[in-house]
C-alpha cells in the first residue's frame, strides 16, 4: 500500500490498529506494566497561527521552540514569556517539517509544495531549496551543519550542501512510499530513513550508496534516532513499538513495547536514555536493554495533537493542538538514571 503522508489540518495523525510485531529471537520488554505517572499541568501557550503541524526545540534550549503551521507561518516562540520572537509567512504553503543546526545557525523548513526554506536564528531567509515535486516530510542536519537531508512524499531523500545552496544527491530505494523519517549518525558518515513500506534503511553519506535495510515493523516509521554513540539506532512506527537496531550489523536488539496508539516521536537524550511519545497520551524512558523506566501520562493533553517534540537534553515535551501549544517538564533524575547498556542480556 502507498501511503501519501499529509501533515496538514486534522489528518496529520491516521490511526491503524495494527498489532505489535515481535522479531524472532527478541524478546519484548514489559513496558506495558511499567506504572504512569502523571505529569503536572502543562504551561499553554495561545498561538493564533493556524495548526502547528511540526515543533523543534532550539539547540541546547528548554525556553525556545520553532514551530511550523499549517497556514505557512514559521514561528519562534520563546516558552519564558510565551510570545513569538519571530514570525514568517509563506501563505497557502503549509510547513510541514523543521529542524535546527547543532551548530546555532540554520532553521530548515519543508513546505507541502517540496520547497525547503533555510532562515537564520533571526528569521532571514537565507536560501530557497527546490528539487523535491510533493511534500517534504522529514528534514535533518548534519552534525556539522554543512548539509541537509530531506525526505519527501515523492519518494526521494535528497542531500544539500548548506554552503553552496546546491543539491549533492538524490537516494531512492526504488519503492514508491514516502520518506517520513531522517536521521544523521553522530559522526555524520550515515543517514538513516523511515518510510511508508514499513521499512529504515541505513546509507552512505558521502556515496548515496544504501548499506542496509531493516525490516521488523508493521506499519509506517514515524521517527528514527542515533544513540549519542551512534551504536545502535532506534526506530518508532505507528505499530505502537520502537525497535533499537545495532547501526553496524543491522540486527534487532530489543524491541520496546508498551504505548497502545501510534508513537509519534522519539528521541536519545545526551545521557543515552531513549524518549519516545504517543498518541496515548503518554512520554516512555527506556533502557536499551527494553525495560521501560518510566512512563507518563501528560494530564490535560489534547486527545489528538499534530507535533509532538522533545528537547535536546530531554527534560522537556511540547505537543501542539490547534491554536495552542503546550509544555511539560520531565523529572531530570529520569532523564539522567535511564542510560542505556548495551542492550546485552
Same mark, same amino acid.
Given at each position: ?171 531512492? =530505494? ?6 517520513? #523519517?531522517? &536521521? /544523521? !549518525?553522530? *559522526? %555524520?558518515? $550515515? +543517514? @538513516? ?105 501528560? =494530564? ?6 499534530? #507535533?509532538? &517534540? /522533545? !528537547?535536546? *537534553? %530531554?527534560? $522537556? +515535551? @511540547? ?27
Amino acid at each position: 500500500m502507498n501511503i501519501k503522508t499529509v501533515h496538514v489540518a486534522a489528518v496529520v495523525l491516521l490511526a491503524l490498529n495494527v498489532g505489535a510485531v515481535f522479531a524472532q529471537g527478541v524478546n519484548p520488554a514489559i513496558g506495558r506494566d511499567a506504572r504512569i505517572a502523571p505529569l503536572s499541568l502543562p504551561m499553554s501557550i495561545d498561538t493564533q497561527t493556524g495548526w502547528i503541524t511540526c515543533l523543534q526545540f532550539l539547540p541546547h534550549s528548554q525556553s525556545q521552540l520553532i514551530s511550523g503551521a499549517d497556514n505557512g507561518a514559521l514561528t519562534l516562540w520563546d516558552l519564558h514569556t510565551r510570545k513569538a520572537l519571530w514570525s514568517v509567512c509563506d501563505e497557502q504553503n503549509a510547513v510541514t517539517a523543521v529542524t535546527c543546526s547543532a551548530d546555532g545557525k540554520r532553521i530548515a523548513a519543508g513546505h507541502w509544495n517540496g520547497s525547503i526554506a533555510i532562515h537564520d536564528f533571526g528569521g532571514r531567509l537565507l536560501a530557497s531549496l527546490r528539487s523535491h515535486t510533493e511534500s517534504v516530510t522529514a528534514l535533518a542536519f548534519s552534525p556539522d551543519g554543512r548539509h541537509l537531508a530531506s525526505g519527501s512524499a515523492d519518494d526521494t531523500l535528497k542531500v544539500w550542501n548548506l554552503n553552496a545552496s546546491t543539491l549533492l544527491r538524490t537516494l531512492e =530505494s526504488g519503492n514508491d512510499y514516502d520518506i517520513t #523519517a531522517v &536521521a /544523521f !549518525s553522530p *559522526d %555524520g558518515s $550515515s +543517514v @538513516a530513513t523511515g518510510d511508508g513500506e514499513n521499512t529504515v534503511r541505513l546509507w552512505d553519506a558521502a556515496t548515496g550508496d544504501e548499506q542496509l535495510a531493516l525490516n521488523g515493523h508493521e506499519s509506517v516509521i514515524s521517527g528514527v534516532a542515533f544513540s549519542p554513540d551512534g551504536r545502535h539506532l532506534v526506530s518508532a512506527s505507528w505499530d505502537h513499538d520502537l525497535i533499537l537496531w545495532d547501526a553496524r550489523t543491522g540486527r534487532p536488539a530489543n524491541i520496546l513495547h508498551g504505548h497502545v496508539d501510534e508513537i509519534s516521536c522519539v528521541a536519545f537524550t545526551p545521557a543515552g536514555a531513549i524518549l519516545s511519545g504517543s498518541t496515548d497520551g503518554t512520554v516512555r524512558v527506556w533502557h536499551a536493554d527494553g525495560r521501560c523506566a518510566a512512563a507518563f501520562s501528560l =494530564s490535560a493533553a489534547p486527545s489528538r495533537f499534530a #507535533a509532538l &517534540a /522533545f !528537547s535536546r *537534553d %530531554g527534560l $522537556s +515535551v @511540547a505537543v501542539s493542538s490547534p491554536g495552542r501549544l503546550h509544555l511539560w517538564t520531565l523529572p531530570r533524575a529520569i532523564a539522567n538514571a535511564a542510560k542505556p547498556s548495551d542492550g546485552k542480556k
